[in-house]
């Protein structure tokens, strides 16, 4: 009990200071080490309605409503916040316009999180093994929140290589979030917006027929594994990675036949260089089902290929290039 009556800046309260403390005007705390000190009080706002709908509830109160029970294990006053009567709902009391109304309650989200609330998944970087481990939780999070409502992918990416061949991710990446999407029970809507490279335009593909889209000025390649570096590694080692990079290849021209609908002979024929698409080529091979632009459809149909642009202009072709 001394204990409780201790000055906290001096612990030196005698009493004759809790005497004078207790005679005190309001603000002023007296303290037998440094004498007095005026405690600044926050400016109350008269008109605030927070104030005034908590000065009507507590008059209209119950007497009792302030009396501590004697049984009581909450610290004092903390079960006031209990009282239905007392404390009003966040909804029922209104803030106070001394409050800065454009501070935000709570921080805001990450823009994929605000794009997963969406139902929407975006890939837009090559598949590493840090973009695949988000792709199949936010895949596997949505199937669980709703697996009958559809998931829209967004892809702008060059697959396991970057555009110049580089490779910066294994094969293993792609296959795993094509084995994702073909587990899911939800509707897999695809959009390529930008590029749909390697393992990217296996995905891009792989979405519901019908319901695969693309950008009029995206673009699509398909190409062959690429072997990574071997540094130092040793001759039998390399002839192991070759057979893998070989597995890896065939295995993406079954997928890809399977759902573009060409046969594994033409997709392996097409194959053998990098293959580039644009929308148009795009949906002729069947990666596609539909080109995302407002009227684009009947402007693409009144446009001439690029052969006949040739013979009109006179220019013949020399090669097969």
């Known amino acids: 009990m001394a204990n409780a009556n201790l000055c906290f800046r001096c612990s030196s309260m005698t009493a004759e200071t809790a005497a004078a403390y207790s005679g005190a005007p309001r603000g002023t705390i007296r303290c037998s080490g440094f004498g007095p000190k005026r405690v600044p009080m926050p ?10 709908r908590l000065a009507s509830l507590a008059a209209s109160a119950p007497p009792d409503a302030l009396s501590r029970p004697s049984a009581s294990d909450t610290p004092p006053y903390l079960d006031l916040f209990d009282n239905p009567i007392l404390m009003a709902t966040p909804g029922q009391a209104e803030r106070s316009v001394s409050y800065n ?13 605000l794009l997963l609330h969406g139902r929407i998944v975006y890939i837009g970087m090559p598949l590493v093994p840090a973009v695949t481990e988000l792709v199949i939780a936010e895949l596997m999070y949505l199937q669980w929140m709703d697996p009958k409502d559809t998931i829209y992918l967004y892809i702008n ?14 094969e293993s ?24 490279i390697g393992h990217a335009c296996l995905l891009l593909a792989s ?9 009029p000025h995206a673009k699509a390649m398909i ?16 002839l192991i990675r070759a057979k893998e990079v070989i597995n890896n290849r065939d295995t993406l021209v079954k997928l890809l036949a399977r759902h573009t609908g060409n046969s594994v002979e033409k997709v392996s024929q097409v194959m053998r260089r990098p293959f580039y698409m644009d929308s148009t080529k795009a949906k002729e091979f069947g990666v596609i089902d539909k080109i995302l632009w407002r009227g684009q459809e009947k402007v693409m149909t009144e446009v001439a290929s690029p052969e ?3 013979k009109k202009a006179g220019i013949k072709v020399v090669d097969g290039m």
Do not use: C
């Open 43 to 52: 400016p109350l706002n008269p008109k605030d309605p927070f104030l005034s």
């Open 101 to 113: 109304e454009h501070r935000p309650r709570r921080p805001p989200p990450d823009l994929p999180s």
């Open 157 to 170: 990416s060059t697959g396991t290589t970057r555009d110049d061949g580089e490779t910066v991710g294994m």
């Open 173 to 196: 990446e792609g296959f795993a979030i094509y084995d994702a999407l073909m587990q899911l029970k939800n509707e897999i809507q695809t959009v390529a917006v930008g590029a749909a």
């Open 207 to 215: 979405g519901k027929k019908g319901r695969r889209y693309m950008m």
């Open 223 to 238: 190409q062959q594994p690429r072997v990574p570096s071997s540094g130092q590694m040793p001759a039998s080692d390399v």
């Open 308 to 310: 006949e642009w040739d």
